[in-house]
């Protein structure tokens, strides 16, 4: 099994990059999906995730901007990032609670959400310039 994001890139403040996540071995939708950020030195961060029954969350710093979602034909995870900030450069990572180990995927605690994740893409950069 395997994840495989592309669709990074450079952009400039305000422009719009989508993401993809490309599973194979197995269905995003039978999981709890996110997508993550992190900056070197700066710990992992959740910026969205989707739940089997289609739910998704998102962190306070890209609501309203962000979007998840699952093609289930393609079998691949999106993030469309829409109004984007030179905050939001980071190196950004799709994963899979393939153990199915979180009960609830909308909780936003890391200590909580990082004893499910457990399979992760190789990550794809975005860099946004002022």
């Known amino acids: 099994v395997q994840l495989v994001e592309s669709g990074g890139g450079s952009v400039q403040s305000g422009g719009s990059l989508t993401l993809s996540c490309a599973a194979r071995?197995?269905?995003?939708?039978?999981?709890?999906m996110g997508w993550f950020r992190q900056i070197p030195g700066k710990e992992r961060e959740r910026v969205a995730a989707?739940?089997?029954?289609?739910?998704?969350t998102y962190a306070d710093s890209v609501k309203g901007r962000f979007a998840i979602s699952n093609d289930n034909a393609k079998n691949t995870l999106y993030l469309q990032m829409n109004s984007l900030e030179p905050e939001d450069t980071a190196v950004y990572y799709c994963?899979?609670?393939?153990?199915?180990?979180?009960?609830?995927?909308?909780?936003?605690?890391?200590?909580?959400?990082?004893?499910?994740?457990?399979?992760w893409g190789q990550g794809t950069q975005v860099t946004v310039s002022s």
């Open positions: 994963a899979a609670d393939l153990s199915r180990t979180l009960t609830r995927c909308d909780i936003w605690t890391m200590t909580y959400w990082a004893l499910g994740y457990s399979l």
């Open positions: 071995g197995l269905t995003p939708t039978s999981y709890c």
């Open positions: 989707v739940a089997v029954d289609g739910t998704t």
